[in-house]
Nanobody, 115 residues
Framework: QVQLVGSGGGLVQPGGSLRLSCTAS????????MYWYRQPPGKERELVAF???????AYADAVKGRFTISRDNAKSMVYLQMNSLKPEDTAVYYC?????????WGQGTQVTVSS
């Protein structure tokens, strides 16, 4: 079965960096687009970035130039490098993929940006 397991969140000061990881299993990883979403406290879930199997990427305006999504198809992993973090980046971050019109989600990892 499809499984996504996210990790790497934590507490960081404004201006700091974190790298999130997501390990995938149960499907042909290199074939599918991988997404990172986030859900800030009291708000709806929002798309942060995505990466195609071939490595093309796109970002939400709020994170462009600060976050970098990447993937390692050999390891079935997707990453989100987050630099210059701001308090408004505080959220639960989820990795996601869509297979045959079904959404699969990781369990979410908390990122808190605070001094």
């Amino acid at each position: 079965q499809v499984q996504l397991v996210g990790s790497g969140g934590g507490l960081v000061q404004p201006g700091g960096s974190l790298r999130l990881s997501c390990t995938a299993s149960g499907f042909s990883f290199s074939t599918y687009v991988m997404y990172w979403y986030r859900q800030p406290p009291g708000k709806e879930r929002e798309l942060v970035a995505f990466i195609t199997g071939g490595g093309s990427t796109a970002y939400a305006d709020a994170v462009k130039g600060r976050f970098t999504i990447s993937r390692d198809n050999a390891k079935s992993m997707v990453y989100l490098q987050m630099n210059s973090l701001k308090p408004e980046d505080t959220a639960v971050y989820y990795c996601n993929t869509r297979i045959s019109q079904n959404d699969y989600w990781g369990q979410g990892t908390q990122v808190t940006v605070s001094s």
